[in-house]
């Protein structure tokens, strides 16, 4: 079960697909408009009815890039997600009774578990994001700074508080549904996972985020979790570009939305040829459209195939696209807009494998040919990302949850 965006839903169809190879039945519960992801997969599909894009591209969405602070945009999204979440607990409740485990993204995790709690079902975190609290690190949904140790753990609680007003009206109705006593005050939910010791297992890599020492047993990091890919060959008008000529660098901020598509679309491109590089620009959900005989804009095209070509890749670092850029061995140049893409983004830059982060906000020509020169031409950035790539890749991200769910039967 997972809500959000397509880079909240993409790596749960290979995990979803690896369960299936171990001789589970899985059936992934999202937004009805990434049904097309599970195609031969050999998963099944429960639609929820939200719509993301639709609700970004909302007034209300496209209000969030009137905060400038990680706070207030978090602020904000609680107050968007709140509104939306019960018009997806009947069909989350209907999917969970035709099912024997849960397996709960941190997206609907309170209600989620709510919800195996009343059915009596065993259930698991599987999460893309390290949420819980740490003194080593801030909430990587407040940015990069760190607050020290005490202020990186109280402000992670703060956001964990957050979180559960997402579902301070969802959860009690569902309680009252199945049977549950009422809910004493605001986080006794939470707390009382805590207690019990509620597994969740995190789909990134230790060599990206090593394990907090201060994290409680149960919480575990097992290695990214690739999305289930059906195509094998590249589109041949993508081919066909890749062959006339050098290595291009790909440019695209996946499902995040941008004030200005045009004026962002432009800086690409005369970045780009500053820079003395080709482009591969992806429309996305920003619409970022761009032309020339040095440029190709695309539609989806699957990671797993375009990055290993890329020169480089830009990109808004959110969770599932800096896994893509990693797996493939390529230099970064990250773009973060909001949330945790500030994160993800420092940490390509701690590893060695990105030079710098250009905020979308102070992105201009100038700041964005200034990192892919040194993304393409200090050989460093490739080496080093070619070697934390084959290690990437040799991980087994899937198998400790194919374990833990086939504990479950056993």
């Known amino acids: 079960m997972t809500a959000g965006s397509r880079g909240d839903v993409a790596p749960y169809t290979g995990l979803g697909h690896a369960l299936s ?4 039945e899985v059936t992934l519960v999202t937004h009805s408009r990434f049904e097309p992801l599970v195609a031969g997969s050999g998963l099944g599909f429960h639609a929820l009815p939200v719509d993301p894009r639709a609700e ?8 969030l890039h009137r905060s400038a602070s990680g706070v207030g945009k978090l602020a904000r999204v609680v107050e968007m997600a709140r509104s939306l979440v019960g018009r997806m607990t009947d069909d989350l409740v209907t999917a969970a009774r035709a099912s024997d485990v849960l397996l709960l993204s941190a997206s609907l995790a309170p209600l989620g578990h709510t919800i195996a709690e009343g059915l009596r079902l065993p259930s698991v975190g599987v999460y893309l994001q390290p949420r819980h609290p740490t003194r080593e690190f801030a909430p990587p949904v407040l940015g990069t700074v760190s607050l020290g140790s005490v202020g990186n753990r109280l402000a992670a609680h703060s956001v964990d508080l957050a979180v559960e ?3 301070a009206q969802a959860v009690p109705a569902v309680r009252a549904r199945l049977g ?6 605001p986080g006794a939910a939470r707390r009382a996972r805590e207690r019990q010791g509620w597994p969740v297992l995190h789909g990134f890599s230790p060599l990206v985020v090593p394990r907090p020492h201060d994290w409680r047993a149960g919480l575990d990091i097992t290695g990214y979790w690739w999305p289930y890919d059906r195509e094998t060959q590249l589109p041949p008008h993508v081919r066909d570009f890749l062959d006339a000529g050098p290595a291009p660098v790909f440019v695209g901020l996946g499902s995040a939305t941008v004030p200005d598509a045009r004026r962002l679309s432009s800086d690409v491109v005369r970045a780009l040829r500053r820079a003395g590089l080709r482009g591969v620009v992806q429309r996305g959900w920003a619409g970022l459209e761009a032309s020339g005989d040095d440029i190709l804009t695309i539609d989806e095209v699957p990671h797993s195939l375009l990055f290993p070509e890329m020169a480089a890749v830009v990109h808004h670092c959110g969770a599932g696209t800096t896994a893509a850029g990693l797996r493939a061995g390529v230099p970064a140049v990250p773009v973060p807009i909001q949330f945790d893409e500030g994160f ?6 701690a590893l060695g494998v990105a030079p710098r982060a250009v905020p979308l906000r102070r992105l201009t020509a100038d700041t964005l040919a200034s990192a892919l020169v040194r993304a393409t031409h200090e050989t460093g950035f490739r080496q080093r990302a070619q070697a934390l790539g084959a290690r990437v890749r040799g991980e087994d991200g899937a198998g400790p949850v194919v374990a833990a769910v086939s504990a479950f039967h056993r």
């Not at 190879?21 to 589970?24: D, L, W």
């Not at 993800?344 to 830059?349: F, H, M, Q, S």
């Open 21 to 24: 190879c171990a001789g589970h």
């Open 56 to 63: 970004l591209e909302s007034s209300r969405g496209r209000g």
């Open 165 to 167: 007003r997402v579902f």
């Open 180 to 185: 549950l006593p009422r809910s004493r005050r």
């Open 344 to 349: 993800w983004g420092a940490r390509l830059v």
